[in-house]
């Protein structure tokens, strides 16, 4: 449990707009990577598929800058549980950021096998044009891999929330308060 003093602290302003960007781009990759092929074919297909890799590859910038950030200045705070809470929480955000780090290679990687068009402007080039096996097999590998982080992004999410709610610790606190 945290003491009164810990409860009081947050992180500083960078992590927290870091942790809300990760979490709405997260969010927002994995509705278009649902959708995307609601899309009508053409222009607007391309266009959100075009929006879908761009952001994922902002997400992959944002990821790496955000674990530098942490490793160099980002604010410390004291653990905010003791015991298997802690563990939990510990695995949870090492596998969220491991998640992403897989999701984002995942994604480029199916990128590069399909050759996409990026908004109509350029194409990438695909390096196994006619590999369908290895190109179902990547998207569907990607697509698992996103499916696994917004469930544990939930989880992460509703433990937040129990947090904040039911222990009345001042947890959620850390990540919201400016």
Not at 94 to 122: E, H, K, M, P, Q
Not at 135 to 161: C, F, K, Q, W
């Amino acid at each position: 449990m945290l003491t009164q003093s810990a409860a009081t602290l947050s992180y500083d302003r960078r992590t927290i707009i870091l942790h809300w960007l990760t979490a709405l781009l997260v969010i927002g990759l994995w509705l278009v990577g649902q959708t995307v092929d609601w899309f009508p074919k053409g222009l607007v297909r391309t266009s959100a598929r075009s929006t879908h890799i761009v952001c994922g590859a902002l997400l992959g910038v944002l990821i790496v800058y955000r674990v530098w950030w942490r490793v160099t200045g980002g604010k410390r705070l004291p653990p905010a549980d003791e015991g298997l809470l802690r563990t939990l929480s510990t695995f949870t955000h090492r596998a969220l950021y491991l998640l992403v780090c897989l999701t984002v290679a995942l994604g480029i990687t199916n990128a590069w096998i399909r050759g996409d068009s990026i908004f109509g402007l350029f194409r990438i080039p695909s390096f196994a044009p006619l590999d369908k096996a290895l190109r179902d097999s990547v998207e569907e590998y990607h697509g698992l891999s996103a499916n696994i982080l917004i469930a544990l992004a939930g989880i992460h999410a509703l433990a937040g929330l129990f947090h904040h709610y039911i222990l009345k610790d001042g947890v959620l606190r850390r990540m919201i308060r400016f």
